[in-house]
Each structure stands twice: as structure tokens, then as C-alpha cells.
């Protein structure tokens, strides 16, 4: 961490609460993109020129802007397929034209399930009389990085950039709570599909989500101030299901990930330290 704020922009006199200050910004920004109510001024941004990097989300307007952050925070209103528009794009290195392994493709077929619930989906070859059903292609291209505004987030398919490959993003519970889960991404995707409107193209993300810790008293174990909450989570993976599949539009951030060690005299337990870092999106 003391790296990455060694990164900010300070005036090298007082860094301490010029650091507080950026903190209490982003915590402003986060707060106007997850409230319910209309925030005001958004459309002032659009006098303003971007460069260099930053211009990558000049095709959006501020009100497009700002509807993918809600999209992106509130996963229980906002229903996203993952073929719509969004501020960025999939990167090298890439794999096309591949053959969706069958494990692959059945949990793809759930996705297409639970995210259109008024229409039939089914594999390539299968037996099934009814016309109205929708053939899940088993073709695919493969990406090692995506970038969504001017930030990049990697994935364990590129070995160079797997250190940004750990992501969080929102579930709904069962009992109806949101909640953020900590992952890695194994790489990105895009999947073409027929629906009976015309050929839409899919951009997803594969990931293996963390489990949880088996004690729920140790979960939130630190709480600095409430702008950073470290979270100990197990090591291990959740086994393979439909929730490994997830629109790039609702990746909600990056964390660092760290080994973390509780001991006592009867044993010890090695845990994984999720620090979650503020979102880098410009608007």
C-alpha cells in the first residue's frame, strides 16, 4: 500500500493530508454514483477536453458515464447482459477463433439462463424440438487484459500483467443483501450470440472466485476509518459454477491480494488478506 500511495500526486510538504483529502474525494464520487437520487452538474463535465489516455471515454457522454457506474454499484436494480457499450475495450494478448472447452460451455449456457430468463438456450447438437430455442455457439476469442475507462485489469492468461488480474465484484445474496466477493481473473472472452433480434457480441470475464473464511468473526478483521476495510478470506477457490462468468461491465475494482497468518498455540491458519484500492475512473 505504501507503494501505491507513494504514486499519488502530493506536494511533498504536507502528504499526509493531502492523501486524506483524495481519499474523502473518491469516497464523495463513490457515494453520488451509488445514491438513488439524480446527482446534479454531471453534465458540466462534458466542456471538458480530454487527453492523452483520459480521451479513451470521450465517445461517452456524462450521463452514459455515470449510468455504467450505477450499472457497475448497483447490481440488484441494474440488469446487464454483457452486450452492452461500455468505456473501454479487451487487449492483447489474445487467442481467437478458439473451441469452448465442454465444462466451459455448459456453465455458458447457465449464464445465458439466469441473464435472459424469457428464452430457451441450449449446446450445439443437442436434441431438442422446439424451434424457439437459442444454439450457445462453442466458438470464442480470448483476451489477457481489459481496460475499462484508463484503468487495465489483467488476468492469469498474461503472465506480465497478473499482479491487476485480482478483481471484486457485487452478488446478490440469497437473503436479498449485496455483498462483494474477491477474485481472479482467468481471462476475458468474447462470445457471439443469435437472439431472435439479431447477433449480439458478448464481452465476459472468466473468474475464480475466493472462499470464504470458515469463521465469519474473522472477516473483518481491520477497518481503517471506513475508507479501507481488509477483508481475510480462505486461499482457496470456489469450485467452477455459473457465477465464474460475469459481464466486464460489472467488475466493481481491483485488490491486493497478501497472505496473512493467524497462529495461536493450538494451531495455525494462513488466510488471504483482500485490500481492496480506490476505483481509477476519470470522470
Given at each position: 500500500m505504501n507503494g501505491i500511495l507513494g504514486t499519488l500526486p502530493n506536494s511533498n510538504r504536507k502528504i499526509e493530508p493531502e492523501l486524506m483529502r483524495r481519499l474523502l474525494s473518491d469516497k464523495k464520487i463513490s457515494y453520488s454514483t451509488n445514491s438513488e437520487s439524480s446527482v446534479?452538474?454531471?453534465e458540466l463535465l462534458d466542456n471538458q477536453q480530454l487527453v492523452g489516455s483520459l480521451s479513451a471515454t470521450d465517445q461517452f457522454s456524462a450521463d452514459e458515464m455515470h449510468r455504467f457506474l450505477i450499472n457497475t454499484y448497483n447490481v440488484q436494480k441494474s440488469v446487464i447482459t454483457g452486450s452492452e457499450q461500455f468505456p473501454g475495450?479487451?487487449?492483447?494478448p489474445q487467442k481467437k477463433n478458439l473451441t469452448i472447452p465442454a465444462?466451459?460451455?455448459n456453465i455458458?449456457?447457465?449464464?445465458?439462463?439466469?441473464?435472459y430468463e424469457t428464452m430457451n438456450f441450449r449446446k450445439p447438437f443437442t436434441a431438442d424440438l422446439d424451434d424457439s430455442t437459442i444454439i450457445v455457439r462453442n466458438r470464442t476469442n480470448q483476451y489477457g487484459r481489459c481496460r475499462i475507462g484508463s484503468e487495465i485489469f489483467g488476468s492469469a492468461m498474461s503472465s506480465r500483467h497478473i499482479r491487476s488480474s485480482f478483481v471484486l465484484a457485487q452478488f446478490v445474496n440469497q437473503d436479498g443483501?449485496?455483498?462483494l466477493y474477491p477474485g481472479q481473473v482467468q481471462y476475458y472472452f468474447t462470445h457471439l450470440l443469435q437472439l431472435l433480434n439479431g447477433t449480439a457480441e458478448?464481452?465476459?470475464a472468466y473468474i475464480r472466485w475466493y472462499q470464504a473464511a470458515s469463521s465469519a468473526t474473522v472477516?473483518?478483521?481491520?477497518n481503517i476509518a471506513e475508507t479501507c476495510n481488509v477483508e481475510l478470506w480462505g486461499t482457496d477457490f470456489y469450485p467452477i459454477k455459473r457465477e465464474c462468468i460475469i459481464p466486464v461491465h460489472n467488475i466493481y475494482g481491483r485488490f491486493v491480494p497478501f497472505k496473512y497468518r493467524i497462529s495461536n498455540r493450538q494451531n495455525s491458519r494462513e488466510y488471504l488478506a483482500v485490500i481492496p484500492l480506490n476505483r481509477k475512473y476519470n470522470i
Open positions: 446534479k452538474g454531471v475495450e479487451l487487449l492483447y465444462e466451459m460451455l455458458l449456457v447457465e449464464y445465458y439462463k439466469a441473464t443483501s449485496i455483498d458478448h464481452k465476459l472477516r473483518f478483521y481491520f
